[in-house]
């Protein structure tokens, strides 16, 4: 537990504001190593995902080696190494809802849009996520669609929101940002 | 400070009094979900629009329990449940307040679902407001406290802890006092409290249930384990996917410390006591004690081989106590009331009532609070309602990945550690789904492996790999291609895995193969041998060719 | 190390009485008396962190086997390193390690020099009767000494604990987990472009297979130097 009151000597990658709430996050545990998860959660909330810029500032800002960066944001199911589209649907997948049909949600999902879990539509409107247990068990099968919890959800409820996501009025964003390699680092030499 | 509440709970008992009519929404996560907030504004603005907002309050509530019918309302003056209440109910219930509740919508609470219970963990569910430390304070809130610092020694709260044959919530079943005692002894000034939070079981929601309707409870069971054990510092570890229980916790700890009940001084007295908020990540290992420790540290929530227990080398490497929500919610009553008088609650061995998460093929699904050794025949078939349409339970699942499926038959069994253990499973976090005949447990076992195949931290060997090679034998049964060397193979794996594994993710992930084998047999042997899935769930390949099991030559072991 | 007051213990290794110091653990104390405990990601110089969990053994009056490089000895203990259930449970492992990855002993640069490879011999593992998982995984040869090849990897993170614990970069962690668990090198990057990689080595010579390996060797030449290790260890431990 090293701490470091005063380091707050990295510069953000940006002038971005957002980066004021990862440092708040990362000065309010004293610029210390095992806060890197809540600094994590921080860059993950505000800006939607973790990419290697943001990765590399908070190993330098918390003096962490870059490999347990990267090491701790890819253990966790929470946090994604990639942006998300522009709306999210979470199919739940716990028990409850396994044995009411959560495969069957996916399955539409998958033969609609060609997404599986933790893909996005090619045009970055949608993307299919799931969830160990939302705990909303007594509304199996629950989904999430953009963060809004529905329960006792169809197959053709599923589709026809989505659907609607991708045929709604929301401007086209351009989002195929590079991707952090998935697949340890595939170089030959 | 025992002044001090007196006169908050005068306060409020007073304010409380004005009103003839109390109206109680849920606003827990699953009434939520089908609408509750909206209901909860309609019906303010009903009771604003009728003229009746000096004798009629809307109070948002914790978890009623009977999720299914959510979203519920509940008129206390009236003794009257509503479910299912939409926007454009709110009228009638609000003009019935001086004539008669509506009884379209009423919920009858004269049933063995409201009556069978024996709520100690959930008293104040659905009763008070989660977001007001006042109201947990009027229902006699951190009396139990302020009793413990001024009039007992820690030794006395242990050992009353200890006479209450409290065992652990989370599933383990270790006597709480027993650890308590141990980390209690450990030496060194620097200890720690941590309260697990990470409900990771799929099917099981007790324990986000009790944060979002009392959260102050935990809290107040936390900083007796503090007082009790010498810490001065407790971390709640939880889950990330649980926004609105980790808001009500938030804003429970900041009451708690303007209230002086946290912080250097608690209650008033020289001992300190402070509680921090650890969000976890989606990692299901992180329910084990030594990866939860990591995790908090910042680290991968890798476990590591134990002994030393976290009792001795924890957080930190210092002395730490890891209890789950429920056990620390159980911890006040029994200060308050008495270790003894927890103990005249439950079975021999299994003392006090246990929380359950109803869930599947049940007609009231939802949350519900019984003495330990109700039988699961009470549970499922009187106080759950049975299967819906009058099927048949086929079998009830306990324990999430680490259990197994108990079949109907076995259903006169009482519910304690010992029983469950002795039919297979495990008492878990209290999770229970009930399966129906449209359940194939080839399928249910696969399920659950495939759970703990990704869930694998990947550190230690017969789980990193033994998990993923079960569950490509499953996927194998379930299609119609598996042989009888298979299913050997597929049990070997089973003891292999569930005896070298570093944890008890690995060690407990073959129990809902090993249970569904032990019970169900007659449905493996069915899918290989007549390649037919007798519930119908599993795609058996159509041309099934039959494949001797493959056998690779280790490409030359050089001397 | 604190030598000050270390009482000495006595207990049964394999029905043979042993003394000990209180410190020590099993395993240890097994190899000192001349028991073979089989392992693999214990190396002796880096921390244990019990995940191979090849080194298990029974102790009595214990119903969970216990991990020999973690567990300490204990006055009275009976251990028990070899019996027809350890024996099984290891010759299972080993199988695990071998249908995880794509070794192929017969094209790799370590076959008759590698850890795995003597494992299988140790616990008389002859055939392989779990299928081959088959992963795709890849090569990285970025580095201009050495190679990377995922094939061959079995997770042991001896290469981690190498470079954080000895050499002090901490270049190696793992990402991922569960079966998807790689050995990374910073961000994940290619390993020649790693910013915090000294180039020293330390993670190529303790690698028990053909994970790790100097560039321009061919089958079977790759030799690993770990005489450093017990050295610098014992070197650092004498400053204290």
Redesign the interface.
């Known amino acids: 537990?090293a701490t470091n009151p005063r380091q707050s000597a990295v510069d953000p990658p940006s002038d971005d504001k957002r980066w004021r709430i990862v440092q708040a996050a990362m000065r309010r545990n004293g610029f210390?190593?095992?806060?890197?998860?809540?600094t994590?959660?921080a860059v993950q909330e505000s800006f939607g995902y973790l990419d290697e810029e943001s990765l590399r500032y908070v190993a330098r800002s918390l003096r962490a080696p870059m490999s347990?960066v990267y090491?701790?944001s890819t253990?966790?199911?929470?946090?994604s190494l990639k942006p998300a589209g522009e709306h999210t649907c979470v199919v739940c997948?716990?028990?409850?809802c396994?044995?009411?049909g959560a495969p069957g949600l996916l399955d539409a999902v998958g033969k609609e849009f060609h997404i599986g879990d933790g893909e996005t539509t090619e045009d970055g409107k949608v993307s299919l996520l799931t969830?160990?247990?939302?705990?909303?068990?007594?509304?199996?099968p629950?989904a999430v669609f953009d963060g809004?919890?529905?329960?006792k959800v169809n197959r053709e409820a599923v589709v026809e929101r989505l659907h609607a996501w991708q045929n709604g009025p929301a401007a086209v964003k351009a989002s195929p940002e590079s991707s952090p390699e998935s697949e340890g680092s595939a170089v030959y030499a | 400070m025992r002044e001090k509440l007196a006169e908050i709970k005068a306060i409020e008992e007073d304010a409380k009094a004005q009103y003839t009519h109390t109206v109680n929404v849920c606003t827990a996560?699953?009434c939520?979900?089908?609408g509750a907030a909206q209901v909860k504004e309609a019906l303010g603005k009903e009771v604003e629009r009728s003229g009746l907002e000096r004798w009629c309050q809307v109070k948002g509530v914790g978890c009623l329990g009977l999720?299914?019918a959510?979203p519920l309302v509940e008129v206390e003056s009236q003794s009257a449940m509503y479910g299912h209440v939409t926007v454009e109910d709110t009228p009638a219930i609000v003009g019935g307040l001086n004539t008669k509740p509506v009884e379209r919508l009423r919920v009858p609470t004269g049933t063995p679902f409201f009556l069978r219970q024996n709520r100690i963990v959930l008293e104040n569910s659905g009763r008070i407001d989660p977001e007001r430390i006042e109201e947990y304070i009027a229902a006699g809130g951190y009396s139990g406290l302020v009793t413990a610092l001024t009039e007992m020694t820690p030794a006395q709260v242990i050992d009353e802890v200890t006479a209450s044959g409290l065992r652990g919530r989370g599933g383990g079943g270790y006597p709480t006092g027993l650890k308590w005692t141990t980390v209690a002894k450990a030496p060194g000034p620097d200890k720690y409290v941590i309260c697990n939070a990470d409900?990771?079981?799929?099917?099981?929601?007790m324990d986000?249930?009790v944060l979002e309707s009392d959260p102050h409870r935990v809290i107040e069971g936390m900083i007796l384990a503090g007082y009790a054990v010498g810490a001065s510092q407790g971390y709640v570890y939880v889950r990330?996917?649980?926004p609105l229980a980790i808001e009500h916790l938030k804003k429970a700890i900041s009451q708690a410390r303007r209230m002086g009940l946290l912080g250097r001084s608690v209650a008033e007295t020289t001992f300190g006591f402070n509680i921090d908020i650890?969000?976890?990540?989606?990692?299901?290992v992180c329910g084990e004690e030594t990866a939860l420790i990591a995790?908090?540290?910042?680290?991968?929530?890798?476990p590591?081989?134990r002994?030393p227990y976290p009792a001795e080398y924890g957080l930190?490497g210092k002395p730490t106590l890891i209890n789950n929500v429920e056990s620390f919610a159980n911890i006040p009553p029994i200060i308050r009331n008495g270790g003894e008088w927890y103990a005249s609650l439950g079975t021999e061995k299994s003392k006090g009532t246990k929380v359950f998460?109803l869930?599947?093929?049940i007609t009231n699904?939802?949350i519900i609070e019984v003495p330990m050794g109700t039988s699961l025949q009470e549970i499922v078939y009187e106080i759950g309602g049975g299967v819906p349409g009058g099927g048949r339970c086929k079998a009830v699942?306990t324990g999430?990945p680490s259990g197994g499926c108990i079949p109907d038959a076995y259903l006169d069994n009482p519910v304690d550690y010992d029983s469950l253990r002795s039919l297979g499973s495990i008492m878990g976090s209290g999770?229970m789904?009930v399966?129906d005949d449209?359940?194939c447990m080839v399928d249910?076992a696969k399920?659950?492996m495939e759970?703990c195949?990704?869930?694998?931290?990947?550190?230690?060997?017969?789980c990193?790999?033994?998990?993923?090679?079960m569950y490509?034998l499953l996927d194998k049964i379930s299609t119609g291609r598996a042989t009888l060397e298979d299913l050997a193979?597929l049990e070997?794996?089973c003891d292999?895995v569930q005896?070298?594994?570093?944890c008890g993710l690995g060690q407990t992930a073959p129990n809902p193969v090993v249970s569904t084998l032990r019970y169900f047999r007659d449905e493996y042997i069915a899918h290989i041998e007549e390649k037919r899935c007798p519930a119908g769930v599993c795609k058996i390949h159509s041309s099934v060719a039959q494949t001797d099991?493959?056998?690779?030559?280790?490409?030359?072991?050089?001397? | 190390m604190n030598r000050g007051q270390v009482r000495i213990v006595t207990l049964k290794i394999d029905g043979k009485d042993v003394g000990a110091r209180e410190n020590e653990t099993i395993l240890e104390v097994a190899r000192e008396n001349g028991f073979d405990i089989p392992t693999l990601c214990h190396m002796e110089g880096l921390s244990d962190?019990?995940?191979?969990?090849l080194c298990?053994v029974e102790v009595k009056g214990s119903n969970?086997?216990l991990?020999a490089c973690?567990?300490t000895v204990q006055e009275g203990m009976e251990v028990t390193t070899h019996s027809p259930r350890l024996d099984?449970?290891r010759r299972?492992?080993v199988e695990?390690?071998?249908?995880?990855r794509n070794?192929?002993?017969?094209v790799c640069v370590s076959?008759?020099h590698c850890d795995l490879?003597n494992l299988?011999?140790d616990v008389g593992?002859?055939?392989?009767?779990?299928?081959?998982?088959y992963p795709k995984v890849s090569i990285d040869a970025s580095h201009e000494r050495f190679v990377l090849d995922h094939n061959r990897c079995?997770?042991c993170t001896r290469c981690v604990r190498v470079c954080d614990e000895i050499e002090g970069a901490h270049t190696w962690d793992?990402m991922?987990?569960?079966?998807?668990?790689r050995v990374i090198t910073d961000l994940a990057e290619a390993w020649g472009d790693s910013e915090s990689c000294t180039s020293c080595g330390k993670c190529v010579q303790v690698c028990p297979t053909g994970a790790l390996f100097e560039k321009g060797k061919s089958v079977a030449e790759m030799t690993k130097r770990r005489t450093f290790l017990p050295y610098l260890t014992s070197m650092r431990n004498g400053d204290e």
């Open positions: 537990m210390r190593r095992d806060a890197l998860i809540e994590l959660h347990h090491g701790v253990f966790y199911h929470f946090f997948t716990g028990t409850a396994y044995i009411k969830a160990r247990c939302l705990g909303s068990c007594g509304l199996a629950a809004q919890v529905a329960g | 996560a699953g939520l979900s089908s999720c299914t959510g409900e990771g079981d799929p099917g099981a929601f986000r249930s990330a996917e649980y650890r969000l976890g990540a989606g990692a299901f995790s908090i540290e910042g680290k991968r929530g890798q590591r081989p002994p930190w998460a869930a599947g093929a699904t939802g699942q999430g999770g789904i399966m449209s359940s249910v399920y659950f759970f195949m990704t869930e694998s931290c990947g550190k230690c060997v017969p990193r790999v033994g998990t993923v090679q490509r193979l070997n794996l292999m005896n070298t594994s570093l099991s493959p056998s690779y030559a280790v490409a030359e072991v050089a001397q | 962190i019990g995940a191979c969990r298990l969970k086997l991990t973690v567990t099984s449970y299972m492992t695990m390690l071998f249908s995880e070794h192929v002993c017969a076959n008759g490879q299988a011999v593992l002859t055939h392989i009767t779990v299928p081959y998982l079995v997770l793992l991922g987990r569960g079966v998807k668990t």
